[in-house]
Protein backbone atom coordinates (compact mmCIF):
# COMPACT_ATOMS: atom_id res chain seq x y z
CA UNK A 1 0.00 0.00 0.00
CA UNK A 2 3.17 2.15 0.95
CA UNK A 3 6.90 2.46 0.80
CA UNK A 4 8.86 5.11 2.22
CA UNK A 5 12.65 6.06 1.80
CA UNK A 6 13.57 4.84 5.84
CA UNK A 7 12.88 1.53 4.95
CA UNK A 8 9.16 1.34 6.34
CA UNK A 9 6.42 0.04 4.27
CA UNK A 10 2.47 -1.34 4.46
CA UNK A 11 1.29 -4.44 3.06
CA UNK A 12 -2.33 -5.34 2.64
CA UNK A 13 -2.92 -8.99 2.78
CA UNK A 14 -5.85 -10.42 0.98
CA UNK A 15 -6.85 -14.36 0.67
CA UNK A 16 -8.87 -16.66 0.22
CA UNK A 17 -9.19 -20.48 1.78
CA UNK A 18 -11.55 -23.36 -0.15
CA UNK A 19 -12.79 -26.16 1.92
CA UNK A 20 -10.68 -28.81 1.13
CA UNK A 21 -10.29 -30.15 4.56
CA UNK A 22 -12.63 -32.82 5.69
CA UNK A 23 -14.67 -32.58 8.33
CA UNK A 24 -16.44 -36.19 8.36
CA UNK A 25 -13.18 -37.73 10.10
CA UNK A 26 -14.50 -40.98 11.86
CA UNK A 27 -12.81 -43.45 14.02
CA UNK A 28 -13.84 -47.25 14.15
CA UNK A 29 -17.04 -45.69 12.04
CA UNK A 30 -17.76 -42.87 14.85
CA UNK A 31 -17.92 -39.65 13.71
CA UNK A 32 -14.59 -37.28 15.73
CA UNK A 33 -14.87 -34.19 17.73
CA UNK A 34 -15.24 -30.53 16.10
CA UNK A 35 -11.10 -29.84 16.87
CA UNK A 36 -10.24 -33.91 15.38
CA UNK A 37 -11.47 -32.85 12.04
CA UNK A 38 -8.92 -31.36 9.28
CA UNK A 39 -10.89 -28.25 7.88
CA UNK A 40 -13.57 -26.20 8.47
CA UNK A 41 -15.96 -26.84 5.42
CA UNK A 42 -16.37 -23.64 4.95
CA UNK A 43 -14.81 -20.53 2.66
CA UNK A 44 -12.77 -18.30 4.51
CA UNK A 45 -11.92 -14.43 4.18
CA UNK A 46 -8.34 -14.14 5.42
CA UNK A 47 -7.65 -10.59 5.29
CA UNK A 48 -4.60 -8.65 6.92
CA UNK A 49 -2.84 -5.78 6.69
CA UNK A 50 1.24 -5.62 7.85
CA UNK A 51 3.65 -2.33 8.75
CA UNK A 52 7.16 -2.96 8.33
CA UNK A 53 10.18 -0.99 9.60
CA UNK A 54 13.80 -1.88 8.79
CA UNK A 55 17.07 -0.03 9.76
CA UNK A 56 20.82 -1.55 9.48
CA UNK A 57 20.58 -3.38 12.29
CA UNK A 58 17.03 -3.72 13.30
CA UNK A 59 13.51 -4.68 12.21
CA UNK A 60 10.15 -4.38 13.63
CA UNK A 61 6.87 -4.47 12.67
CA UNK A 62 2.74 -4.90 13.43
CA UNK A 63 0.42 -7.29 11.87
CA UNK A 64 -3.92 -7.32 12.37
CA UNK A 65 -5.38 -9.73 10.47
CA UNK A 66 -7.92 -12.69 11.11
CA UNK A 67 -10.13 -15.26 9.77
CA UNK A 68 -14.09 -14.45 8.79
CA UNK A 69 -16.13 -17.57 8.06
CA UNK A 70 -18.49 -17.33 5.25
CA UNK A 71 -21.32 -19.26 5.96
CA UNK A 72 -21.96 -22.64 7.60
CA UNK A 73 -20.25 -26.02 5.97
CA UNK A 74 -22.38 -28.89 4.95
CA UNK A 75 -23.11 -30.23 8.33
CA UNK A 76 -24.31 -27.19 9.50
CA UNK A 77 -21.46 -25.22 11.99
CA UNK A 78 -19.00 -23.34 11.33
CA UNK A 79 -16.09 -22.32 13.28
CA UNK A 80 -15.69 -19.40 14.98
CA UNK A 81 -14.08 -15.84 13.20
CA UNK A 82 -10.66 -15.37 14.19
CA UNK A 83 -8.52 -11.94 15.08
CA UNK A 84 -4.89 -12.08 15.19
CA UNK A 85 -2.57 -9.11 16.24
CA UNK A 86 1.01 -9.20 16.53
CA UNK A 87 4.32 -6.52 17.37
CA UNK A 88 7.73 -7.96 16.99
CA UNK A 89 11.59 -6.53 16.71
CA UNK A 90 14.35 -7.78 15.88
CA UNK A 91 18.18 -6.71 16.27
CA UNK A 92 21.08 -7.95 13.72
CA UNK A 93 23.95 -8.83 15.87
CA UNK A 94 26.52 -9.99 12.94
CA UNK A 95 25.80 -10.54 9.64
CA UNK A 96 24.06 -14.12 9.95
CA UNK A 97 22.81 -13.37 13.20
CA UNK A 98 19.72 -11.73 15.00
CA UNK A 99 16.94 -11.67 18.21
CA UNK A 100 14.00 -11.19 18.02
CA UNK A 101 11.31 -10.74 20.90
CA UNK A 102 7.42 -10.38 19.66
CA UNK A 103 4.04 -10.03 21.03
CA UNK A 104 1.01 -11.79 19.73
CA UNK A 105 -2.79 -11.83 20.90
CA UNK A 106 -5.29 -14.07 19.21
CA UNK A 107 -9.03 -14.41 19.87
CA UNK A 108 -11.28 -17.08 18.16
CA UNK A 109 -14.99 -17.23 18.73
CA UNK A 110 -16.68 -20.85 19.33
CA UNK A 111 -18.26 -22.83 17.13
CA UNK A 112 -21.56 -21.54 15.57
CA UNK A 113 -23.69 -24.28 15.26
CA UNK A 114 -23.87 -27.74 15.66
CA UNK A 115 -23.16 -31.18 13.91
CA UNK A 116 -25.97 -33.56 14.76
CA UNK A 117 -23.82 -36.74 14.50
CA UNK A 118 -21.58 -35.53 16.65
CA UNK A 119 -24.02 -34.06 19.42
CA UNK A 120 -25.45 -37.89 19.41
CA UNK A 121 -22.39 -38.60 19.88
CA UNK A 122 -21.94 -36.39 22.90
CA UNK A 123 -25.40 -37.55 24.30
CA UNK A 124 -23.72 -41.11 24.77
CA UNK A 125 -20.25 -40.27 25.63
CA UNK A 126 -20.15 -37.02 26.76
CA UNK A 127 -16.57 -34.83 25.98
CA UNK A 128 -15.44 -31.51 26.26
CA UNK A 129 -14.86 -32.34 22.46
CA UNK A 130 -18.13 -33.15 20.97
CA UNK A 131 -18.85 -29.37 22.89
CA UNK A 132 -19.70 -27.13 20.45
CA UNK A 133 -19.39 -24.25 22.88
CA UNK A 134 -15.96 -25.89 24.39
CA UNK A 135 -14.16 -24.28 21.32
CA UNK A 136 -12.62 -20.59 20.87
CA UNK A 137 -10.18 -18.89 23.10
CA UNK A 138 -8.26 -15.63 23.81
CA UNK A 139 -4.29 -15.74 24.09
CA UNK A 140 -1.84 -13.49 24.72
CA UNK A 141 1.95 -14.67 24.61
CA UNK A 142 5.20 -13.49 24.44
CA UNK A 143 8.56 -14.84 22.44
CA UNK A 144 11.78 -14.64 21.47
CA UNK A 145 14.05 -16.07 18.95
CA UNK A 146 16.98 -16.67 17.46
CA UNK A 147 18.24 -16.56 13.39
CA UNK A 148 21.05 -17.62 11.23
CA UNK A 149 21.82 -16.82 7.98
CA UNK A 150 23.94 -18.40 6.42
CA UNK A 151 25.72 -16.12 3.74
CA UNK A 152 28.57 -18.67 1.84
CA UNK A 153 28.63 -22.03 0.71
CA UNK A 154 26.40 -24.74 0.01
CA UNK A 155 23.97 -23.31 2.26
CA UNK A 156 23.72 -19.81 1.02
CA UNK A 157 20.32 -18.30 0.93
CA UNK A 158 19.21 -21.12 3.76
CA UNK A 159 17.86 -19.26 7.15
CA UNK A 160 17.47 -21.42 10.19
CA UNK A 161 15.54 -19.94 13.24
CA UNK A 162 14.46 -21.29 16.77
CA UNK A 163 11.98 -19.37 18.95
CA UNK A 164 10.38 -19.93 22.22
CA UNK A 165 6.84 -18.69 23.07
CA UNK A 166 4.67 -18.87 26.13
CA UNK A 167 1.31 -18.16 27.14
CA UNK A 168 1.21 -14.89 29.02
CA UNK A 169 -2.49 -14.74 29.60
CA UNK A 170 -5.34 -17.57 28.30
CA UNK A 171 -8.57 -17.58 28.86
CA UNK A 172 -10.70 -20.52 26.89
CA UNK A 173 -13.89 -21.09 26.53
CA UNK A 174 -15.93 -24.52 28.32
CA UNK A 175 -13.63 -26.85 29.10
CA UNK A 176 -10.66 -27.23 27.36
CA UNK A 177 -6.70 -27.99 27.68
CA UNK A 178 -4.82 -24.31 27.71
CA UNK A 179 -1.49 -24.29 25.72
CA UNK A 180 1.71 -24.60 27.18
CA UNK A 181 5.62 -22.62 26.24
CA UNK A 182 6.21 -23.90 22.27
CA UNK A 183 9.39 -24.45 20.59
CA UNK A 184 9.46 -24.13 17.00
CA UNK A 185 12.13 -24.66 14.57
CA UNK A 186 12.11 -23.27 11.23
CA UNK A 187 14.18 -23.74 7.80
CA UNK A 188 13.91 -21.20 4.71
CA UNK A 189 15.90 -20.59 1.41
CA UNK A 190 15.53 -17.46 -0.54
CA UNK A 191 17.14 -17.29 -4.00
Same mark, same amino acid.
Given at each position: ???????? =? /?? %??????????????????????? @????? #? @??????? +?????? *????? #???? *???? /?? =?????? =???? %??????? %???? +?????????????????? *? @??????? /????? =?? +?????????? +??????? #????????????????? @???????????????????????????? %???????
Amino acid at each position: LASWDNGQ =R /VH %LNVGISAPTGSIDEKSDGNILGY @GMQFG #S @GTWDFLP +AITFLG *QTENY #SWGA *QAGG /VL =RMGEND =RDYS %LGNRFDA %LLWG +ARKLSDSFSVSAKFDYFT *Q @GEIDGKD /VEIEI =RN +ATMASPGFES +ASHGRDI #SSFGLGLNYYCQNGTFK @GHRLAVEWETPMSEDVNGVQLETDSIWS %LGWQYAW
